[in-house]
């Protein structure tokens, strides 16, 4: 479904991405694992297109995502950005119908999706469409961030940290309340976190990256059953833990 080849991306003299490779099956939840500044937002945003590599090839259900263009692309894949990125000044409704819109659905099919997303996510619709996000809570803007990357039904979902600066009882409790969506259960996703338990909670398989590389990509007891290195086996440890 996914296929990522030698990608590669610097940012002046930083390299940001050294060479990553990984396919994604579809349905597959690949979680992207690593320390702050590993390099998992930037290989991420390669995905879509939000960031052109310097070398390397991604392709989509068989295409080279620089033959499909940013526009396009993107409307087919959803993306839930790290800090939610909903626009302040947008109602609930109005975020979660941005890509509706362009696809010109008619009104009404609009609401009745923003309706159903909302009572899947386990948002209020009565109480929540008409409000501005700073008038939710860190957890019901995250829900708001995943609602709206589902609307139009993509095949294909980036995730980059869904559960961020949360504390840990809300981040668990969306975290279980994710799996259980079904519209979840058929996506493929790509999901972005510096969280251990995350990663063991949801991904078929892990990818655990450290500046910039791959250190081992495998599903999580292969990881916990056979750590390549001792940086493996320290991360899964918890050692390594930060807030983002
Ligand atoms: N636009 C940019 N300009 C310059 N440097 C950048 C830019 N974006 C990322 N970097 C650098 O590239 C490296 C990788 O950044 P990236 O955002 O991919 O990390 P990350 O793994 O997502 O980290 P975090 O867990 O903190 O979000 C970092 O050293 C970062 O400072
Ligand atoms: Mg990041």
């Not at 052109?52 to 087919?76: A, C, F, H, T, Y």
């Not at 839930?80 to 909903?86: D, F, K, S």
């Not at 860190?138 to 609602?147: E, H, L, M, P, Y």
Request: aromatic fraction near 6%; include cysteine; charged fraction near 25%.
């Amino acid at each position: 479904m996914i296929e990522v080849s030698h990608l590669r991306k610097s940012f002046g003299n930083t390299v940001a991405v050294k060479d990553i490779s990984f396919e994604v099956n579809t349905g597959e939840n690949l979680i992207l694992l690593g320390t702050s500044g590993c390099g998992k937002t930037t290989t991420l945003r390669m995905l879509n297109r939000l960031i052109m590599p310097e070398s390397g090839n991604i392709r989509i259900n068989g295409r080279d995502v620089r033959s499909v263009s940013p526009e396009k692309l993107r409307r087919g894949i959803g993306y839930v950005m790290q800090q939610t990125g909903l626009f302040p000044h947008y109602t609930i409704a109005e975020n979660i119908a941005i890509v509706p819109k362009l696809e010109k659905w008619p009104g009404e099919k609009i609401n009745a999706r923003t309706r159903e997303l909302m009572h899947k996510l386990g948002l209020s619709y009565d109480t929540h469409v008409h409000m501005f996000p700073h008038e939710l809570s860190g957890g019901q803007q995250q829900r708001v961030g995943i609602a709206r990357a589902l609307a139009a039904d993509p095949p294909v979902l980036l995730m980059d940290e869904p559960f961020g600066a949360l504390d840990p009882i809300t981040r668990q409790k969306i975290r279980n309340d994710f799996k259980e969506v079904d519209e979840l259960k058929r996506k493929t996703i790509v999901m972005v976190t510096h969280d251990v338990q995350d990663a063991f909670a949801l991904a078929t398989r892990i990818c655990l990256m450290d500046k910039g590389a791959i250190v081992q990509l495998g599903t999580p007891e292969e990881l916990r059953e056979k750590p390549v290195n001792d940086f493996v086996s320290r991360f899964l440890q918890g050692e390594y833990n930060h807030a983002t």
